[in-house]
């Protein structure tokens, strides 16, 4: 078989012309495409570890927050609920307190309500026995009475202090009218005549009297001169009496000092 060394030179030339044609255009161009990708693929790889290293540290920066926020509520929970229970003391305490100024208060007020009821008995019950007292003085009291008055009377003439039998002689000395002597009922003369002669023992002078008779002195005798008095009567005991009674009641129903 003969070879035709031309037909196989020019399809060795064919195929070496093709060789390079792809070559120069298509398999230098799916290199440089298949370079790129790999770049582009590496690219996204190294993207994607980035991403996943970025994702990575924002999850375990979450957990962290996560657990700080955990431990910050329950911290926050904690204090809340301790607050809650000293409130909750507080006003408990306050409340006994309260309750305790308003108890006070109210056994304060019903003392007071029943000292003032006390007093106020106690007055009625002073006011009637002396009320009685005095009708039955006015009652007793007749001219026979009135007239043993007058010895009591000269006594307290003769027993005055120097003081006011000193002002006394000076209100019956410088008085331009008669010095008035009342009593309850008309002095006998003889009575009349004891006390005159009692002044004018006492103050070593003629002494003017004008006698009078008057409601005014329960059983006793008043002798009032230019301003000055001198007087007895058994309302002077009573009205002493009833002074201290008084003195006793209020000392009954003052509150007693705070300890």
Same mark, same amino acid.
Request: one cysteine or more.
């Given at each position: 078989?003969?070879?035709?060394?031309?037909?196989?030179?020019?399809?060795?030339?064919?195929?070496?012309?093709?060789?390079?044609?792809?070559?120069?255009?298509?398999?230098?161009?799916?290199?440089?495409?298949?370079?790129?990708?790999?770049?582009?693929?590496?690219?996204?790889?190294?993207?994607?570890?980035?991403?996943?290293?970025?994702?990575?540290?924002?999850?375990?920066?979450?957990?962290?927050?996560?657990?700080?926020?955990?431990?910050?509520?329950?911290?926050?929970?904690?204090?809340?609920?301790?607050?809650?229970?000293?409130?909750?003391?507080?006003?408990?305490?306050?409340?006994?307190?309260?309750?305790?100024?308003?108890?006070?208060?109210?056994?304060?007020?019903?003392?007071?309500?029943?000292?003032?009821?006390? %007093?106020?008995?106690?007055?009625?019950?002073?006011?009637?026995?002396?009320?009685?007292?005095?009708?039955?003085?006015?009652?007793?009291?007749?001219?026979?009475?009135?007239?043993?008055?007058?010895?009591?009377?000269?006594?307290?003439?003769?027993?005055?202090?120097?003081?006011?039998?000193?002002?006394?002689?000076?209100?019956?000395?410088?008085?331009?009218?008669?010095?008035?002597?009342? +009593?309850?009922?008309?002095?006998?003369?003889?009575?009349?005549?004891?006390?005159?002669?009692?002044?004018?023992?006492?103050?070593?002078?003629?002494?003017?009297?004008?006698?009078?008779?008057?409601?005014?002195?329960? %059983?006793?005798?008043?002798?009032?001169?230019?301003?000055?008095?001198?007087?007895? +009567?058994?309302?002077?005991?009573?009205?002493?009496?009833?002074?201290?009674?008084?003195?006793?009641?209020?000392?009954?129903?003052?509150?007693?000092?705070?300890?």
């Amino acid at each position: 078989m003969l070879i035709d060394w031309f037909t196989v030179g020019a399809q060795l030339l064919n195929f070496l012309i093709l060789v390079w044609l792809l070559k120069r255009f298509l398999y230098k161009p799916i290199i440089e495409a298949i370079d790129i990708r790999e770049r582009r693929i590496a690219a996204e790889l190294a993207d994607a570890a980035a991403k996943k290293i970025a994702a990575d540290k924002e999850r375990d920066e979450f957990r962290s927050k996560s657990k700080a926020l955990d431990e910050q509520r329950g911290a926050l929970l904690a204090k809340a609920a301790d607050e809650a229970a000293a409130e909750r003391e507080r006003l408990i305490a306050q409340a006994r307190s309260e309750a305790a100024v308003l108890r006070a208060n109210q056994e304060s007020a019903l003392r007071h309500d029943q000292m003032k009821l006390n %007093c106020d008995i106690a007055r009625l019950a002073q006011g009637e026995v002396f009320a009685i007292a005095r009708k039955a003085m006015a009652d007793l009291a007749d001219a026979g009475l009135e007239e043993r008055m007058g010895e009591v009377f000269t006594r307290r003439l003769r027993e005055m202090d120097a003081k006011a039998k000193e002002s006394l002689a000076a209100a019956l000395a410088t008085g331009s009218e008669p010095a008035i002597l009342r +009593s309850t009922f008309e002095m006998p003369p003889k009575e009349r005549s004891t006390i005159q002669n009692a002044l004018n023992e006492a103050f070593a002078a003629d002494v003017k009297i004008r006698f009078e008779t008057g409601p005014g002195a329960l %059983c006793g005798i008043e002798l009032t001169a230019n301003g000055q008095k001198l007087a007895w +009567s058994v309302a002077e005991y009573l009205a002493a009496l009833e002074q201290k009674v008084d003195a006793l009641v209020a000392a009954e129903v003052s509150p007693a000092p705070a300890a």
